[in-house]
Nanobody, 127 residues
Framework: VQLQAFGGGLVQAGGSLRLSCAAS????????MGWFRQTPGKEREFVAA????????YYEDFAKGRFTISRDNAKNKMYLQMNSLKPGDTAVYYC?????????????????????WGRGTLVTVSS
């Protein structure tokens, strides 16, 4: 499984960005895919996740109402639409994937759940 995240950049507070994650190497119908973020000195933090089949979504509290995760099955892409961005959203954002059939238990909020990671994309929100 190969994942590549892109779409980061510099945006003013209150602005929007859409991150994309291109996935390849497998059929992802059995997968959950997620977004995490990380700032220096802190642990990787869960942002949102989506079941590839069915589209069930999961959000961390800070993301609810501002961020929207989605996927395009035909393009094997996942997106994170981020609105009303705040300086505290500044981080490197990573996309990740886990095959549900490879785990006896899946905790979507836990970064240890995910077996596949893309290189991060930096989001900087200026005040």
């Amino acid at each position: 499984v190969q994942l590549q995240a892109f779409g980061g950049g510099l945006v003013q507070a209150g602005g929007s960005l859409r991150l994309s994650c291109a996935a390849s190497g497998r059929t992802f119908s059995r997968y959950i895919m997620g977004w995490f973020r990380q700032t220096p000195g802190k642990e990787r933090e869960f942002v949102a996740a989506i079941r590839w089949s069915g589209g069930t979504t999961y959000y961390e509290d800070f993301a609810k109402g501002r961020f929207t995760i989605s996927r395009d099955n035909a393009k094997n892409k996942m997106y994170l639409q981020m609105n009303s961005l705040k300086p505290g959203d500044t981080a490197v954002y990573y996309c990740a994937a886990v095959d549900l059939n490879s785990k006896s238990e899946v905790v979507v909020e836990a970064h240890g759940t995910y077996d596949h990671w893309g290189r991060g994309t930096l989001v900087t929100v200026s005040s």
